[in-house]
């Protein structure tokens, strides 16, 4: 059987009539025909992005690895270097600088000023703030140094070289100390005009703002070249160079002081606090020196000087029964407030330093030694023949002449070597014996040793002990040749004898005075018997005879109404170059009044060439006028008694 379907059978397609243009119009029952599409646009291409999450990982990583660098780099400065770093910062960022003590001054016995203090700046400056980096130019230091070189008066390449140092970290230098308030001013207002320019005009550098100032103190002395050798002077360290100066220089100093503060740009940092030490003023000094009498002293010997046409001399005044100097002069001289023209054999005290032979000065130690013994008197008599042979020399007086009738007392006024040798040869029983006391009595009365001054470049002179005497040195030294004395010594000599035969070691300084304004004078002077009363009184009546007596040597030193005690010298010199025999030194000592001694007065003058050498002639007059001088300024009236008038001859 043939099953039927329940579905239709499906229908054909059954061509329907061809359209105009050969398409065929759908039949009935047909689907229409689809119309061709139309050709789409092609799609834009899309790039795709890599994933971001690697490279913010490395980004990160990079930022982690900064940020431990720099909390390392923190930890190390703020924990580890701290300390350093502090200190360099505090280096840079601080600048100190040394706070001069004032200087003490050194007065005369009444209060004179002789040296002080006034004060004064020290130029410096900090080399960084020359730089390229501050000032924006090159040659910064050679600017700022052609301002200052005719200000401070220095070389242009010197204070270019000290700006522009081979240390470029460092901070400070020394361009000019002790200078004037005037020269800091100078500098002060070319800064100011520098800095007010720069501000208004940027091409305008100001060249000066390194440079700086520091207080301090400049030594000025008054009075000029008055009383030089004894001063000295301070040097450029501010430290005594000579003299008094250098003596006391620890009590005149006092002690410095510090300064610290914050700066930049070369300019104190008012807010960030500052610390100072304060400085601690020096002592003031009071000498035991008159400045009149040494005005005096000095002017006198330098007239001398000059008209002989001598190396140099000095005269010494001293006050007779304390032993205190009153005047220590010397010429040439120099003026301790400029250096710069001195003659540099004249920085000395050649009052103290300088060693010689005293000549018939020395005389009066002889008769001492004699009188004292009691080998004779001075009434004694002694035959002085024209030659005398000792040894291996004949000696002879500075004169030719018969055979002398003398005294002793003749023998010290007419300056007799031969009469002296013939007197201290009675000292002993041998000529061994006479040296060794006639040696005990020259180092009792000082000579072979120092002054007890303590004054910087003294000698002691050059006394040999009687055993090493040659053979002349046995029968000069008795007469002052043989022997090297200073001035000083040969003063305390004569001062001894004057004080009744006691020697007062000579002071210098009265005392001092200390910031606290207490006064402490110096320890008293030591004091020493040399010989009797009677010997010293005997002496000054022998001296005299010297000054008054128509037949002594020293006429040229009597002062009208007042009794005078004296004695000459007129020795061989030696010759510091050739160490031989040159020239003449010229000596007067002696004391006023006679019989009431205040004051002695000793002149020394080395190697005169012009007219004449004798002692008596040249220095007597000095010691004439320095006495008069003296006796005026201190107030001491003649005693208005008469001289003993001792002979100084005999009819043999």
Request: with cysteine; net charge positive.
């Amino acid at each position: 059987m043939t099953e039927v379907s329940d579905r239709e059978p499906p229908r054909r397609r059954v061509p329907g009539p061809a359209r105009p243009g050969g398409q065929r119009r759908p039949g009935p029952g047909a689907r229409p025909a689809r119309r061709p599409a139309a050709p789409r646009p092609a799609a834009p291409r899309t790039i795709r992005l890599g994933s971001p999450r690697p490279r913010l990982r490395l980004v990160g990583l990079a930022l982690t690895l900064v940020l431990i660098a720099f909390v390392v780099r923190l930890l190390q400065v703020q924990a580890v270097d701290a300390s350093t770093y502090a200190a360099k910062a505090e280096q840079n960022r601080y600048v100190g600088y040394t706070l001069t003590a004032e200087r003490g001054g050194i007065t005369d016995r009444d209060g004179v000023a002789l040296a002080a203090s006034e004060d004064a700046y020290d130029i410096t400056a900090d080399p960084t703030l020359f730089t390229r980096k501050q000032l924006k130019i090159d040659d910064g230091p050679e600017q700022a140094a052609a301002l200052l070189a005719p200000i401070l008066g220095q070389d242009q390449a010197t204070i270019v070289e000290k700006l522009r140092p081979k240390n470029k970290n460092l901070r400070y230098v020394l361009l000019a100390n002790r200078q004037t308030p005037q020269v800091w001013k100078q500098i002060k207002d070319l800064k100011t005009a520098l800095a007010t320019k720069s501000e208004t005009d940027e091409s305008t550098a100001n060249v000066l703002a390194g440079v700086l100032s520091v207080p301090t103190t400049k030594r000025v002395y008054p009075n000029g070249d008055l009383a030089a050798g004894i001063l000295g002077w301070v040097n450029a360290d501010g430290k005594g160079g000579g003299g008094v100066e250098q003596q006391l220089n620890s009590l005149l100093a006092g002690k410095d002081g510090k300064v610290r503060y914050a700066q930049s740009g070369g300019r104190q940092v008012p807010t960030a606090g500052s610390t100072e030490t304060p400085a601690v003023p020096g002592s003031d000094v009071e000498l035991t020196i008159d400045r009149d009498i040494q005005w005096a002293a000095q002017n006198a010997i330098s007239e001398q000087v000059k008209e002989s046409k001598a190396d140099r001399g000095y005269v010494i005044v001293q006050d007779t029964q304390t032993g205190e100097i009153l005047a220590m002069a010397n010429s040439p001289g120099f003026d301790p407030g400029d250096l710069s023209e001195a003659d540099p054999n004249a920085l000395h005290n050649w009052s103290l330093e300088d060693a010689y032979e005293p000549g018939s000065t020395a005389k009066v130690l002889s008769m001492a030694a004699v009188l004292e013994e009691g080998v004779a008197t001075p009434q004694t008599h002694v035959v002085v023949p024209n030659r005398l042979h000792r040894g291996d020399r004949l000696f002879k007086d500075d004169i030719n002449h018969e055979t002398w009738y003398l005294t002793l007392n003749g023998v010290l006024a007419k300056s007799s070597n031969i009469g002296t040798i013939l007197a201290t040869g009675q000292l002993g029983k041998t000529q061994a014996q006479a040296n060794q006391v006639l040696y005990s009595y020259l180092r009792k009365f000082g000579l072979g040793s120092y002054t007890g001054l303590g004054f910087p470049g003294e000698t002691k002179g050059i006394l040999a002990a009687p055993e090493d005497w040659s053979t002349s040195q046995q029968y000069t030294i008795p007469f002052g040749q043989g022997v090297s004395i200073n001035a000083m010594q040969a003063a305390s000599v004569y001062s001894t004898i004057a004080n009744g035969g006691v020697r007062v070691e000579p002071t210098l300084v009265r005392g001092t005075q200390g910031p606290d304004g207490r006064f402490t004078p110096t320890a008293k002077p030591k004091k020493t018997r040399v010989v009797s009363e009677k010997t010293a009184k005997t002496l000054a009546q022998m001296l005299e005879s010297v000054v008054d007596d128509q037949e002594g040597t020293g006429a040229k030193a009597r002062i009208p109404g007042y009794r005078v005690a004296g004695k000459t010298g007129t020795a061989n010199r030696v010759d510091p170059a050739t160490g031989k025999y040159k020239g003449y030194t010229s000596s007067f000592a002696g004391f006023a009044p006679a019989d009431k001694p205040r004051i002695t007065v000793y002149c020394a003058i080395q190697n005169a060439t012009k007219g004449n050498y004798f002692g008596g002639q040249i220095c007597g007059p000095v010691y004439k006028k320095v006495m008069e001088f003296a006796l005026k300024t201190l107030q001491v009236p003649p005693t208005g008694t008469k001289s003993a008038s001792l002979p100084v001859t005999y009819k043999p």
